[in-house]
């Protein structure tokens, strides 16, 4: 079956960085796409990233170009998330999913809390 677990997530102040990782297992990573999706408090889930299994496509949601970059190990059957820049508005738990722009199946996600 599908697992999936994410960590790196905790507390930064605005401008800050984190690196967020998902290890995958229990399917053909390789033959994958991947996406980070994320639940800010009280609101809906919002897809963030996705990339395709070679990694030589990626695509964002347009308020994290330029300060998010997927990418992913296919020998470790990783996907990482480098956050660049964070704002308060980027705090949410994240989560990884198996698939392109999909929400489901995923993890059960690490919270990234942007704060001063």
């Known amino acids: 079956q599908v697992q999936l677990v994410e960590s790196g997530g905790g507390l930064v102040q605005p401008g800050g960085s984190l690196r967020l990782s998902c290890a995958a297992s229990?399917?053909?990573?390789?033959?994958?796409?991947m996406s980070w999706v994320r639940q800010a408090p009280g609101k809906g889930l919002e897809w963030v990233s996705s990339?395709?299994?070679?990694?030589?496509?990626?695509d964002y949601v347009d308020s994290v170009k330029g300060r998010f970059t997927i990418s992913r190990d296919n020998a470790k059957n990783t996907v990482s998330l480098q956050m660049n820049s964070l704002k308060p508005d980027d705090t949410a738990v994240y989560y990884c999913?198996?698939?392109?722009?999909?929400?489901?199946?995923r993890g059960q996600g690490t919270q990234v809390t942007v704060s001063s």
């Open positions: 999913a198996k698939g392109w722009k999909v929400g489901y199946p």
């Open positions: 229990g399917f053909t990573f390789k033959s994958s796409s």
């Open positions: 990339i395709i299994p070679s990694g030589g496509s990626t």
